[in-house]
């Protein structure tokens, strides 16, 4: 009697768990309704109603900073990261390492989170080598023997799910399309060179946005195609070739068009938008321009919409990145994300906060990200530590697995989330294991659907 009572037990915890993973799928995602154009200056829904983009980038997982990311590189970039590992490893287990990490530095827990906070959107940088294992174009291919895209299309079926809107963004291109770390490589500019690889390179990134485009046509929750991140960014002016550059964007344009005919694509002049050409004689449909705002001083941040407003381009400007910081050493700072938020709101410009989340000893002090961490003891060094030490270091980088609490950056977001609500607290180990344990049940029955349908 007593075995059959706990049998029969077992099976009713079994099934509470099971309604509980149920219960706590979201009920408003992304719809066909809800997919987004360009109306003059604004965005607006399939049934023309403005959709202000308010939202938070995913910086530091599909590619790293080490100032804010579990890797010292001495910020040459994710590419030495990579390129060390493989050099140690092989290619198989670089990329081994690197799921690992990508699992854990953003997961479902997340995208639940930017939800509830009130954001409507995330901007989701990536970079080449998350598609190609080398310089040269070589595919990382599923087991199917398809080209893998499985990390964005995880991200835009979140995005679905919990009702938010996706910017993809080409954070770092082949060839890199700057001269800073944040494309991947630090000082190693070769996107507009003319030459034969410089010419390769600009032909593969246009086929990853070509392949982007065939797989997310007519894709509602993807906001938009964010070209290339702050291109041409801390080359020398005398050098920055924006011939080069237009000629791309209008080869990138076609290209997406040729495939994906209503999608939203987003263009960037750094750090102008009157770098940018009139879309209307270009004969650019559904276009949005950016700006990245990186200054010391409200007037300045101001200025630069005005400015763009004043070319009558008739286009919505999106802000992708912004944050007061000071531009020289004398520099003094007299704003703040909430003042920047301001002037946003008041102009009608669509926004994303730099960033969600950072690894380092003041991360969670620092108004730059809405989680942080207090500590730098799981930084890895890629030319030092062992596969099993880098395994589990990134392997313990998840936003609810205690490294990582509430930082100061929400402080300042929260007033312009309508009704925006503070992140909750990160679960306790006995709470994560419970829910880790309804997460495998809970895809152990979505497996066995599969299998009978």
């Not at 768990?17 to 607006?44: C, Q, R, W, Y």
């Not at 992708?320 to 909430?338: D, I, M, R, Y």
């Not at 990200?369 to 589990?392: N, Q, R, Y």
């Not at 313990?396 to 100061?408: E, I, V």
Request: charged share 25%; glycine share 8%; aromatic share 14%.
């Amino acid at each position: 009697m007593k075995k059959w009572f706990c049998l029969a037990l077992s099976f009713i915890l079994l099934f509470t768990m099971v309604a509980f993973a149920f219960a706590e799928e979201p009920a408003n995602g992304i719809t066909a309704a809800d997919a987004l154009h360009t109306s003059g200056e604004k965005l607006v829904n399939a049934a023309g109603e403005e959709v202000r983009l308010r939202g938070v980038n995913l910086g530091g997982w599909l590619i790293q900073e080490d100032w804010f990311c579990p890797a010292d590189n001495g910020k040459r970039g994710d590419h030495w990261t990579l390129e060390t590992l493989i050099s140690r490893f092989g290619t198989e287990k670089a990329y081994e390492l690197y799921n690992i990490y990508w699992d854990n530095w953003i997961t479902e827990y997340d995208f639940a989170q930017i939800a509830e906070m009130g954001f409507n959107c995330v901007r989701i940088p990536f970079w080449y080598r998350n598609f190609q294992s080398d310089d040269e174009g070589t595919w990382i291919l599923n087991d199917a023997g398809e080209k893998d895209f499985s990390r964005l299309d995880w991200a835009v079926e979140m995005c679905r799910r919990y009702g938010l809107y996706a910017v993809l963004d080409f954070h770092g291109a082949n060839g890199c399309q700057g001269a800073q770390d944040h494309c991947g490589q630090k000082g190693n500019c070769h996107f507009y060179d003319k030459t034969e690889q410089g010419e390769a390179y600009r032909a593969q990134a246009v086929e990853i946005w070509s392949l982007l485009a065939e797989r997310y046509a007519g894709e509602p929750a993807v906001a938009m195609f964010d070209l290339l991140n702050e291109p041409l960014c801390d080359v020398p002016v005398a050098q920055r070739d924006y011939k080069t550059l237009n000629d791309w964007d209008v080869k990138a344009y076609k290209a997406i068009r040729a495939r994906d005919p209503q999608r939203v694509v987003c263009m960037m002049g750094t750090w102008d938008i009157g770098k940018l050409p009139k879309p209307a004689r270009q004969g650019w449909t559904n276009v949005v321009y950016q700006l990245h705002q990186y200054n010391s001083k409200i007037d300045s941040f101001q200025s630069r919409i005005d400015a763009s407003h004043a070319l009558r381009y008739n286009v919505p400007l999106y802000a992708g990145e912004f944050h007061p910081t000071a531009e020289t050493e004398s520099s003094q700072v007299n704003c703040t994300v909430g003042d920047i938020l301001a002037v946003y709101e008041a102009e009608g410009v669509n926004w994303t906060v730099w960033t969600w989340k950072g690894y380092n000893s003041w991360a969670a002090w620092a108004d730059w990200f809405i989680w942080g961490s207090t500590e730098d003891k799981l930084m890895v060094d890629p030319e030092k530590d062992s596969f099993e030490t880098i395994a589990e270091k990134w392997g313990a980088m998840r936003t609810d697995g205690g490294q990582f609490y509430s930082g100061h950056l929400d402080e300042e977001v929260l007033p312009f989330l309508p009704d925006g609500k503070a992140p909750e607290n990160t679960d306790s180990k006995f709470v994560a294991f419970f829910k880790n344990i309804i997460r495998k049940i809970k895809a152990l029955f979505e497996m066995i659907i599969v299998m009978f349908t």
